[in-house]
Every structure is written in C-alpha cells, then in structure tokens.
C-alpha cells in the first residue's frame, strides 16, 4: 500500500527522467521513481541506500550533500546493477533529505573517447609520412648534398609520402562529407551498370600494371538504383581498388551485377554488387572491425600498398546513407567477396 505523501513523494520524483531515489537524514529510501524501481526492483522503500548500491563516492556524495546543504555531482563509472558512465548528482530538498539520480552518459562518453581516438589516429597517421619527408629533406642537406643519384630516388619517395598525406585528407574529407549527409536519402536515379562500368575503365590501366584482370559478369537489363552518383562510384571504386590491391599478382577481380527479388535487409527488391579477388583474403576474426576506421588486417603490409585504413569505413557509410547492406566473405588463402546490396528502383 502506498499512502497519500509517498505518492506525491514518488510523483514528484517522476519528474526526474532518470533513475532516483529520495532519502532521509540516514540515508534510507523514502521513494524510488519508475526508472529506479525498473532497475532495482519494486520494493527498495525503507531500506538503506547502503544495501542497493556500496559505492563509497556515491555514499561521500550523499552525506556531503546531507551535511553541508549544496548540491555535488560527479561523473562515476558504475558496475553494479547500474553499469556504465553516470553522472551521479544529490540534491537536497527539505530540511534534512537527499535527492540522487543517476543520468546515464554511457554512450555521450563513449562518443567522446571514439572523437579522441579519432583525432589521436588521425595525428598518428599523418606524423609518418611527415616524419619520413622531414628524414629525407635532412639527408638532402646532408649527406646527399652532391649526390644527384640519392636525390633523384629520395625526392621521388618524398613524392610518394606527399601522395600518402594527400590521399589521407582525401578520404579524411570524403568520410566527414558522407556523415554530414548520412540522413539525407539520396534522390538521383543511378544506373549501376554503366556506372560500374565507368569505374573498371578507369581502374584497367592501374590493375594492368599490378598484373590484375579485372571483369565484368552482367546481364542486359538496367540496374536502376535512387543513389548519390560520386558517392556509388566511389564505394565501387574502393572496393574494385582494394581487390586489385589484396587480390595477388596474375588474379583476377570478378565483378558480378544482380537483380533479386528480395534481400535479407532490404525493403522491396535489391541489386546485389559482389566484387570478388582471389587474394590472401582474412581470417573470419577480423569481419566486425574490418570497417573500422584505421583498421587493417596487417598493418605494414596495407601502409605499403599505400593504404589508408579509410576505405571500407567510407563505403560503410555511403551504404548505410543509401539504405543498403555490405556484405563481407573470406577465405583465407583463397579470396575475398565484397558485396553492396541496394534497393532497386523502378
Ligand atoms: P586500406 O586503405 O588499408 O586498404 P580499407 O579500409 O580499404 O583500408 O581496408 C581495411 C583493411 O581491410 C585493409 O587494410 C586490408 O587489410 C583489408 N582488406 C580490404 N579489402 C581487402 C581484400 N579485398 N582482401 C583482403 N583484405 C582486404
């Protein structure tokens, strides 16, 4: 039974969104709120707050406030029933009795320290290559200072850690475009075989040169998407890219154009993109950070491919902004399937 004051007590307390709890002189539970009692159960009234939560910065927090009057706040990592990044706040109310709730900052955190790694790796990726210009530059003024053969081959690799740089910013500026945009669905209607198309021709030569075939498996009907152009050349672009890349010298890259009448994931019917390499392909532990910014499956090996660690998190994003799905499948030793799944259009 719940009396008149309790429920104004409780009421009151609704009016916290998050969890709270109204205590006494000696810390024990006069009313809990809804989200309180969802955490904690129905029946926490009446028992001290020591015997629910043993935190001794949570209890500090409650006598400081029980004691000197004001309100005190700290931002605590909890692991108990509550489990995560809390603010913890007690207020006093009344003569003598303590207000404590619990906003939860769990994901404004880990939003927060995703934003610092970010900014950490980027610095991290960008100081390398720097680094490398500023050895070479040294060299030149130095020991290299009249040798025309050594400065022919170091300005050559200073123009190789300059591509570096330049392609990082380029993929930093392409991945900070498509999540400004990431809620805007696209309106263009996209052909997507003439558009894959397009981007093999460009990539013929380069793969050429690495000793890649790279063709085309289609049908002769229109594979009609709602799409952002530049930004669906792009996501083939990094995927046909990185097949060349990882796909091994003397391979060739498969790219195949489907029409389904339905796929898992997506509204309506889909057109299925899958580009496939006969490379070293990865072991199935790396798949959930695969599209990690800056992951690679072997760090050296990507950076000496000239990757950026950027690619496959931008076409990520670029699906996600067009409602679609990237499918990822290794085998190791044997290759890699990259496939886009994308709601067809009329
Ligand atoms: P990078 O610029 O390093 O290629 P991506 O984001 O495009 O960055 O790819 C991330 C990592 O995924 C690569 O470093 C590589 O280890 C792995 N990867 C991507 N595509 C393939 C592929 N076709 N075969 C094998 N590994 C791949």
């Known amino acids: ?59 500090r927090l409650i006598d400081n406030c029980l004691t000197h009057g004001h309100q005190a706040q700290e931002l605590l990592a909890l692991d108990g029933v509550l489990r995560g990044d809390f603010q913890v706040t007690a207020s006093r109310v009344g003569e003598s009795e303590v207000v404590i709730s619990f906003a939860d900052q769990t994901d404004i955190r880990a939003a927060e320290r995703m934003r610092s790694d970010f900014v950490a790796n980027v610095s991290h990726e960008l100081r390398s290559p720097l680094t490398s210009i500023s050895g070479f530059i040294e060299t030149l003024q130095g020991p290299a200072k009249d040798d025309e053969q050594a400065q022919i081959r170091f300005l050559d690799l200073m123009k190789q850690e300059a591509g570096r740089m330049d392609r990082l910013i380029g993929d930093l500026l392409s991945l900070s475009k498509v999540e400004s945009d990431a809620h805007v669905l696209p309106r263009s209607s996209v052909e997507l075989g003439d558009l894959v198309t397009r981007v093999i021709a460009v990539l013929t030569q380069p793969a050429a040169k690495a000793g890649v075939v790279v063709e085309v498996k289609t049908q002769d009907v229109l594979f009609q998407v709602q799409g952002d152009e530049d930004q669906l050349i792009q996501v083939f672009r990094n995927l046909i890219e990185n097949a ?69 998190a931008i076409v990520k994003h670029i699906v996600q902004r067009h409602r679609g799905r990237l499918l990822i499948d290794s085998i190791e030793g044997k290759g890699s399937t990259f496939t886009v799944l994308l709601p067809g259009a009329d």
């Open 1 to 59: 039974m719940i009396d008149a004051s309790q429920k104004t007590l409780e009421d009151f307390l609704n009016g916290f969104s998050n969890v709270a709890f109204f205590l006494d002189n000696r810390r024990i539970i006069q009313a809990a709120n809804t989200p309180a009692q969802a955490t904690f159960g129905q029946d926490t009234t009446g028992q001290n707050f020591v015997a629910i939560m043993r935190r001794p910065e949570v209890l």
């Open 244 to 312: 060349v890349k990882y796909g091994g010298d003397g391979g060739i890259v498969s790219v195949s154009l489907d029409q389904l009448p339905n796929a898992p994931g997506i509204r309506g019917k889909a057109v299925s993109v899958a580009v496939s390499d006969q490379g070293e392909g990865f072991a199935r532990r790396h798949l959930p950070r695969l599209t990690e910014r800056f992951y690679r499956v072997d760090d050296g090996r990507a950076r000496e491919k000239g990757g950026t660690g950027l690619g496959l």
